[in-house]
């Protein structure tokens, strides 16, 4: 039997059927795991061994159909992407506790969404294929509810008062998917203890190995904002942490290798924020200009010859070339410069770890606007840093490595040393980096800091979190500073607010003013 | 010409499942008991200040029971009530007692005799689960139960698989209350006939007046003389 050629020959109709869903050529193949088919990077698999096994009862046309109608409708109905899985699942996690039992009540959930949007949309043979998979209780009982809220016999013996529970939820209600999936989880809990090691779903696993990076990436953004605090987050996130390890998430290197969550929320929250960072204009303009005169020689060529100074000779010792330089005027180009972020973790500021530490975040989101626009990030966190209380990270691009500089806590008391942050500084690898500062303002040497900031080069960004006798002291320190801009946040909606590197809005205010008060003298 | 919408043709709109029918039904069941404890709360609501007392507690039952008149609706529709009741919001959700009294006229009125109500899947602990539980009817409770249950126990079997609060058994005439844990203070209290069997501890007994308390196997009331 061509498998491969038959799935090719239905592929059209399925597609038809399911109105065009953009999804690859579904292939045929021998999977490790005993499931029917896996989905990986929207590419569907089905295995050759359960068709096989299927196709002694059934027409090997019916089941590939089946196959492929399942398969689509987990792509188009349920989950539809990562982001409903894990809110789905933490709500399973939420009721079981147990990571394996979730694992099994959200994709017995969405097994049974996906296939009853399916049997109710369109002309499908699935019922004929699911009568099959009936090798432990509660896939018999899932057989079951399927006869039951389908309206097809499916001879299947399970606990018709169980039954008759799990058919009263409004599967295709996507809005009550929670409250459906915590009683579906409350009433199949005894069944999922007594099966001990679950086995995959017999129609396949779901997790985020269906997923493509992007896709993963985008859904720890959404779920990172569903998530209630921090701690949900991580709880979740740790349950995947092997296929994050497998797509290239976490740090650290071989067996150490581990994904941070704490420092994969903060990313993933980040990506909800997109900061704006005023560009700076290029220091040179890009172009080579002719700048001086040498003299010509045989072996010079003679295109850059300046035949005005040359009277129109070409003659060594006479002639003369234009020798080209880059230009120092501004040209149209613009740049991001790089950025040194001095996060305060001194005792004062919360720990990122236990709740969401809108310092991190903020810093976060610098880190983050930063590194779209090409730019390197520096990472100076501190609390006495006097005392070797910092976590210093060199101008990098390393995403990473860069979060999770940022999620280091290191409490106690808060001090700048000064001169390792101007050293930090002098490294950047291109022009003069911008400067983010994000603290209480509750620093030891505050008089010493703010004089390091109405002296230092570049632009700055201070953000500070609440209001005190300090911050007062700095916004009087630094109103008059033409490249520093402050900004206070005291929640997360204060943070969209913040511009970066924000000097040309106060060159276009005073010239506004300029402007406004010419026109009033009249001039 | 070519019709560009000819590839649509092979479309073909939703088929009604059977899933449809329970829902609709479920719903429409769901909204009646939603009307009839409505109709409950709006007249305890009248009350300044909501006093346990016999009185009280007759009146609130009494308007539960003409509430839930007429209303058709099975065990899974109780529990599917117990639910809403668990998460819903608002003043209305927080009354405790007129909660806990209309499960108990639910449990009285529902078709079925045996009833399983699983306490583990809820976050309230409502008071008075069984009150007045007739002869002939089963309820049996999964998870700990919160006070009064089996109060004005009428004949009927409370079965309780886990502790209970305080006031257990208050003022039951006949009928069976079984607890495979423990009890809480006043158990029996006022308690006029039947059976009250603690698998577990009694955390005190109440004045009770007739009918026998059991606790892990040994009566406690009437106390036994030592032979």
């Known amino acids: ?77 349920c989950p539809w992407d990562l982001a409903t899985h894990l809110h789905l699942y933490a709500v399973a996690k939420a009721e079981l506790g147990c990571p394996s039992l979730a694992r099994a009540a959200t994709d017995a959930f969405i097994d049974v969404v996906a296939n009853t949007y399916c049997v109710k949309d369109y002309q499908t043979p699935l019922p004929q294929v699911c009568r099959y998979f009936q090798d432990d209780p509660l896939q018999r009982t899932l057989v079951a509810l399927y006869g039951r809220i389908w309206g097809v016999d499916m001879q299947a013996e399970a606990d018709e008062a169980l039954v008759r529970r799990l058919a009263r939820l409004p599967y295709l209600d996507r809005r009550q998917w929670p409250q459906s999936l915590r009683r579906f989880a ?95 204009p290029a220091t040179g303009s890009g172009t080579l200009d002719p700048y ?29 070339l234009w020798v080209r330089r880059q230009g120092t005027v501004f ?52 609390s006495d840093a006097r005392l070797a209380g910092k976590t210093v990270l060199a101008f990098t691009a390393d995403r990473t490595a860069i979060f999770r500089c940022l999620c280091v806590y290191h409490g106690g008391g808060t001090a700048l040393a000064l001169r390792d942050l101007e050293a930090l500084r002098r490294t950047a690898p291109q022009g003069t980096p911008d400067l983010v500062l994000i603290t209480d303002m ?82 | 010409m070519v019709n560009p919408f000819r590839e649509f043709r092979a479309y073909t709109p939703p088929r009604p499942l059977p899933l449809d029918t329970i829902l609709a039904q ?16 709006a007249e305890e609501s009248k009350q300044l200040v909501w006093v346990i007392e016999q009185g009280a507690l007759s009146r609130a039952y009494t308007v539960a029971v003409e509430a839930l008149r007429g209303v058709d609706f099975t065990v899974e529709d109780l529990e599917d009530m117990c639910l809403e009741l668990d998460t819903a919001d608002g003043a209305a959700a927080s009354l405790g007692v ?16 045996d009833i399983v109500l699983d306490l583990r899947a809820f976050k309230r602990r409502w008071p008075f689960l069984g009150f007045r539980l007739p002869r ?75 009918g026998f308390i059991y606790e892990g196997g040994q009566q406690v009331f009437p106390a036994r003389s030592e032979e």
């Open chain 1, 186 to 280: 409350q009433l199949l809990r005894p069944l999922l203890e007594a099966s001990g090691r679950l086995a995959p779903p017999p129609l396949g696993q779901h997790g985020l190995g269906n997923y493509s990076r992007e896709e993963v990436e985008k859904a720890l953004a959404t779920f990172a904002q569903q998530a209630p605090d921090i701690e949900a987050f991580r709880n979740t996130v740790a349950d995947f942490a092997d296929e994050l390890l497998a797509l290239g998430y976490g740090g650290g290197e071989g067996e150490g290798r581990r994904v941070d969550a704490d420092a994969l929320y903060y990313m993933a929250l980040a990506q909800n924020y997109r900061l704006p960072v005023c560009s700076l």
């Open chain 1, 331 to 382: 040209g149209q180009r613009q740049r991001t410069p790089d950025c040194l972020i001095v996060l305060d973790s001194s005792g004062s500021m919360p720990n990122p770890r236990q709740q969401l530490s809108y310092a991190v975040l903020g810093a976060a989101c610098a880190a983050d606007a930063y590194l779209r626009r090409g730019a390197r990030v520096a990472v100076y966190n501190f």
């Open chain 1, 1 to 77: 039997m061509n498998w491969q050629r038959l799935v090719g020959e239905l592929w059209p109709q399925v597609r038809q059927k399911h109105l065009w869903p953009e999804l690859p050529m579904p292939r045929v193949a021998a999977l490790s795991r005993p499931v029917a088919l896996e989905m990986r990077d929207k590419r569907l698999t089905l295995n050759l061994s359960t068709c096989e096994a299927l196709a002694r009862w059934l027409p090997p046309r019916t089941v590939v159909e089946a196959l492929l109608d399942h398969g689509i409708s987990h792509y188009t109905r």
């Open chain 2, 98 to 113: 007129p909660s806990g009294l209309f499960i108990a006229a639910m449990c009285n009125q529902v078709q079925a005799t």
């Open chain 1, 442 to 523: 509750q620093i030891t040497n505050l008089e010493e800091v703010l004089a390091y900031l109405a002296g230092v080069e570049g632009r700055i960004t201070v953000v500070h979190l609440g209001d005190n006798a300090a911050t007062e002291r700095l916004r009087h320190a630094t109103a008059t500073h033409p490249r520093l801009r402050l900004f206070a946040v005291t929640a997360g909606a204060d943070i969209p607010a913040i511009i970066l590197g924000q000097v040309r809005h106060d060159f276009a205010l005073a010239l506004g003013r300029r402007a406004s008060a010419a026109a009033g003298l009249g001039l």
């Open chain 2, 136 to 210: 002939g009817r089963r309820l049996r409770l999964e998870g700990d139960a919160g006070d009064f249950v089996g109060a004005l126990l009428a004949g009927g079997e409370v079965v309780v698989n886990g502790n209970v609060g305080s006031y257990a058994g208050l003022g039951m005439r006949a009928g069976l209350l079984h607890i495979a844990y423990s009890s809480g203070k006043y158990t029996g209290e006022g308690m006029r006939g039947g059976t009250i069997r603690v698998q577990g501890r009694i955390g005190s007994l109440g004045k009770a007046k007739q």
């Open chain 1, 292 to 320: 001086s005169h040498a003299p010509w020689e045989a072996s010079k060529p003679v295109q850059d010859l300046d035949v005005w100074t040359s009277f129109g000779k070409l003659l060594p010792g006479l002639s003369q």
């Open chain 2, 26 to 41: 479920r719903n429409a069941a769901l909204q009646r008991l939603r009307q009839s404890y409505e109709a409950l709360i």
